[in-house]
């Protein structure tokens, strides 16, 4: 059964960098069937897609953040990881990976990690 | 980018009533590319519905979902305890994937 763990600092400062890793059992991350991705939920709040990698590196991020991400994939490791620079509060969410579907009708969220909570704070 | 709007924010009903989520889009989207997704207190949001109206996998058949674009429908027949969470849909048409703001099943 894929499972998928997210890990990283529980807390970042204002104007610094959050940096995740989600690490995959389970299956490959090299499946060329499926996107990997980050989502997030401000306390709360509702959710919010924040990007998706191949495992060839090709990435989608969402606009509204796309300035200030950067997405990596490691297939040694079955890892894929998340930066987002330049944090505020406005940052502070649990932040969830997942997989979805590289097909268009098949790119809903499914598994996704327990996530985890990173505040933003000084 | 395509808001969806979840209605009623929250939906109070006793076990064994039937519920109706409604999710609307600000624009049409096909219903090949519309998710539900169901979230209990401290724990990640689990896929129940894909493609409008397919269920995923060890999802009971007592949850259903129909409808196309802009207005979709997430049902519960006889609401099992274990069902009250917040639901929350979601469009995979365009990018930015986006979600509604959620709808919170509460117990009567």
Known sequence: QLQLQESGPGLVKPSETLSLTCTVSGGSISSGRYYWGWIRQPPGKGLEWIANIYYSGSTYYNPSLNSRLTMSVDTSKNQFSLKLSSVTAADTAVYYCARCGRMGTERYSDPWGQGTLVTVSS | ?108
């Open chain 2, 1 to 108: 980018e395509i808001v969806l709007t979840q209605s009623p924010g929250t939906l109070s009903l006793s076990p064994g009533e039937r519920a109706t989520l409604s999710c609307r889009a600000s624009q049409s989207v096909s219903s090949t590319y519309l998710a539900w997704y169901q979230q209990k207190p401290g724990q990640a949001p689990r896929l129940l519905i894909y493609g409008a109206s397919t269920r995923a996998t060890g999802i009971p058949d007592r949850f259903s979902g129909s409808g196309s674009g802009p207005d979709f429908t997430l049902t519960i027949n006889r609401v099992d305890p274990e069902d009250f969470a917040v639901y929350h849909c979601q469009q995979y048409a365009t990018s930015p994937y986006t979600f509604g703001q959620g709808t919170k099943l509460e117990i009567k």
